[in-house]
């Protein structure tokens, strides 16, 4: 049997209330099912509520709190979106610093629909080329980023999807921008 391709990779899935369900719960799966290890980090214990838009649907639970995450202990960050999740997190310090940390040490960062919210309000996006839901394009553009109308942008250690329909394009290069990472950190540590 071939060796899943994020064998024991570390990832945390930052989000909070009102994430779009397939936003997470799809990519999620597809991470496990390369053999990921993922952890939902949220502001708050407890569960979070899942969105199909602006229906509720499943709740998940939380492994970590925002407090108690140290962004050390992980090799990658997916940031869901859903309106009001990403708006919610992009006023939180300790998240906009969480993914600070993840691209100053040049981890993989997958950011999907409205999650680059939180890469705006962190000061990241300046000089980078994302794709988002199209109502945050001006956003973007007016962080000093170039925003693309593609179903997947990659840009250095990050990748970025307009919305759920584009999900098995992310996903597949999601999972290749994350294995990438774990190649380069098995070679340095050899």
Known sequence: MAEKKL???SVAILATNNFEEAELFEPRKALQDEGAVTKVVAPKPGKIQGMKHDEKTKAVEVDVTLDQANPDDYDAVLLPG?????DHLRVEPKAQEFVRSFDRAGKPIAVIC??????????????RILSSYHTIQDDIRNAG???????VVRDRNWVSSRQPSDIPAFNREMVRLFSER???AQGASR
């Open 82 to 86: 859903g309106a009001l999740n990403a």
């Open 7 to 9: 064998n024991q990779l």
């Open 114 to 127: 409205h999650g680059p919210w939180l890469l705006v309000s962190a000061g990241l996006v300046k000089g």
């Open 145 to 151: 980023g170039q925003w693309k109308d593609e179903e």
């Open 182 to 184: 774990k190649a380069r």
